[in-house]
């Protein structure tokens, strides 16, 4: 009878250590030598993103721009808002194709560091200044490409390309990429009198040009061969009046030769 009594408690003492809950304890991560524990809730998580354009209004932009027009620019917001990459390449004006331009993913931090990243730079501004954006199919794939247009650093523009669901950017000074047209054609300046018309692809990863025509002083060529005023000014009437549309960062439009 004690025998029976003595397995009972055993049985009845096994099964309560069996179904007693496990204490509720957040795991700490290591620490490095001297440093206080760090819960795995603080070390799974990540920083807020840095918001660089702080005068963006998506709201306005979306009351304003047409609505194929925001859905485009949606694909890019991410981005713009930090939380994305883009693959930054060579452009037409970064050196040959063969040479030591090396494409890298960048985010709209390492925007900032190129404008303002340099040691000749005394009490850089702490956010990009946006100046203007655009959405419009200029390499000619049917997908629309965003345009912006930076004050900072005597105003430059970033060009994001969408392929393969990778989204591509390069940068222009902002004479190199003036006038620019909804068919992709832009005006680069050499100065007073000098005019240079390119139109602009993409394609092999990276963006390229080809030069339609230029104007210097009197002298006329397009396609390569000298032409009259008169046959360069309707080549121009015909190529160059179909801007396209440019919205402030609140979502203004802004007028045309503004």
């Keep these: 009878m004690k025998m029976r009594t003595m397995i009972a408690l055993a049985a ?17 991560a290591p620490a490095a030598d001297g440093e206080a524990p760090v819960s795995q ?34 694909a890019y917001l991410p981005v713009l808002t930090g939380e994305e990459t883009f693959r930054w390449v060579a452009g037409p004006y970064d050196g040959a194709p063969d040479g030591d331009w090396e494409p890298f993913d960048a985010d709209m931090a390492a925007v900032y560091d190129r404008f303002w990243g340099h040691d000749d730079v005394e009490d850089p501004p702490g956010t990009l200044t946006l100046d203007r954006l655009a959405v419009a199919d200029i390499v000619g794939d049917a997908e629309p490409e965003l345009v912006l247009l930076f004050q900072d650093r005597a105003y430059n523009y970033l060009v994001f390309h969408r392929e393969d669901g990778v989204i591509y950017g390069t940068s222009f000074y902002i004479r190199w990429f003036e ?23 993409f394609h092999d990863g990276r963006f390229w040009d080809e030069q339609l025509g230029e104007k210097i002083g009197d002298n006329c060529e397009l396609n390569g061969r000298e032409v009259s005023e008169a046959e360069f000014d309707a080549w121009y009437a015909a190529n160059m009046t179909n801007d396209v ?9 802004i007028p045309e030769n503004m």
């Design 12 to 28: 009845s003492l096994l099964l309560t250590a069996c179904a007693a809950p496990a204490e509720d304890s957040e795991e700490a």
């Design 41 to 74: 809730e603080e070390a799974d998580t990540v920083p807020e993103p840095r918001n660089l354009l702080p005068g963006l209004d998506v709201s306005g932009l979306e009351t304003s721009m047409p609505e194929a027009d925001f859905a485009a620019f949606q």
């Design 179 to 201: 006038s620019l047209q909804e068919t992709g054609i832009y005006m680069g300046s050499g100065g007073a009198d000098v005019s240079y018309y390119h139109q602009l692809f």
């Design 245 to 253: 549309t440019w919205y402030s960062p609140d979502g203004a439009v």
